[in-house]
Structure formats: structure tokens, C-alpha cells
């Protein structure tokens, strides 16, 4: 990801429901599909992506919307609904945007919704639900 900080000068504070960012190409390499696929270590064939290229992707597209990850934040759920499976390589269409932000007990929490789509139909979505950091994630925080 030549040219893309790794961390963000993004705070969550700063992000709303309804923001969008995309759509993002990704390419998504046979050798990363199958590298995902079965036992750890073994790279396995496959015709279709695994689940493991979901979350692979959607890290890559949030760094991308956010000019970087924001530092900090603790991934407290992340959900996924598969509508079709995606070809172990090839490109995949990715668009991002905060579906919900509100204070929970634990602190702020903001939902990140990523829909997957290839030849204009929606493969698949994922949801994160990041907490902020210095939200009770640590000691004094």
C-alpha cells in the first residue's frame, strides 16, 4: 500500500454516521486466496476466496479511507454476511462508511459497514464495531 501512512491522524471522535468513502478497487491474487485457505502455513487451491480475505480486504480499504488506521482502537465485534463467494483472484469493489457511532458503557463505538461488489452485485458486507481508544482500554485511559 505504497503511499497510504499506516496510522491516521483520524480520531473516531471525528467520524459520523453516514460518512462514505469509495468505491475502492482491491485485487485479490490467487496466491493470497489460496494462502488463507485450510491449514496454517500450507497454501491450499481453491476456485473461491475464503472467509479470511474478508477482513484482509476491509483493513486494507480503511486504511485507505482513513489515510491510515487510527491509532488506538480495539475491535470489539466484527460480523460477516456472505450473499455469494467471491473468485479466489481477480477485483472486488469495496465501499466504506460509518453506519452508527454512539457512547456505550465501554466508551465510544463506531460501526463500520464494508460492502463487497463484483459486476455490480453486492458479494458480501462486514461489520466492525471499533472502540475508541481512552474509553476504559487501559489503565487511566
Known amino acids: 500500500m505504497h503511499g497510504v501512512p499506516r496510522l ?3 480520531r473516531y471522535e471525528d467520524l459520523a454516521p453516514g460518512q462514505r468513502w469509495g468505491p475502492f478497487t482491491e485485487v485479490l491474487a490467487q ?3 489460496d494462502r488463507l485457505r ?3 502455513g500450507v497454501p491450499e487451491a481453491g476456485r473461491w476466496a475464503p472467509p479470511g480475505v474478508l ?3 476491509s483493513l486494507r480499504v480503511l486504511r485507505r479511507a482513513l489515510e491510515g488506521i487510527p491509532p488506538g482502537g480495539i475491535l470489539m465485534r466484527q460480523r460477516f ?3 455469494e463467494p467471491l473468485p479466489a483472484a481477480g477485483e472486488v469493489t469495496i465501499d466504506v462508511r460509518v453506519t452508527d457511532q454512539r457512547r456505550r458503557p465501554g466508551g465510544l463505538a463506531t460501526t463500520f459497514s464494508f460492502a463487497f461488489t463484483r459486476e455490480d452485485a453486492v458479494c458480501a458486507v462486514v461489520d466492525w464495531t471499533i472502540r475508541a481508544p481512552g474509553d476504559g482500554s487501559a ?3
Do not use: I, K, N
Request: aromatic share 0%; charged share 10%.
Open 8 to 10: 491516521s491522524s483520524t
Open 31 to 33: 496466491d493470497t486466496s
Open 38 to 40: 485450510g491449514e496454517v
Open 55 to 57: 477482513p484482509l480486504l
Open 81 to 83: 454476511s456472505v450473499v
Open 139 to 141: 489503565p487511566g485511559g
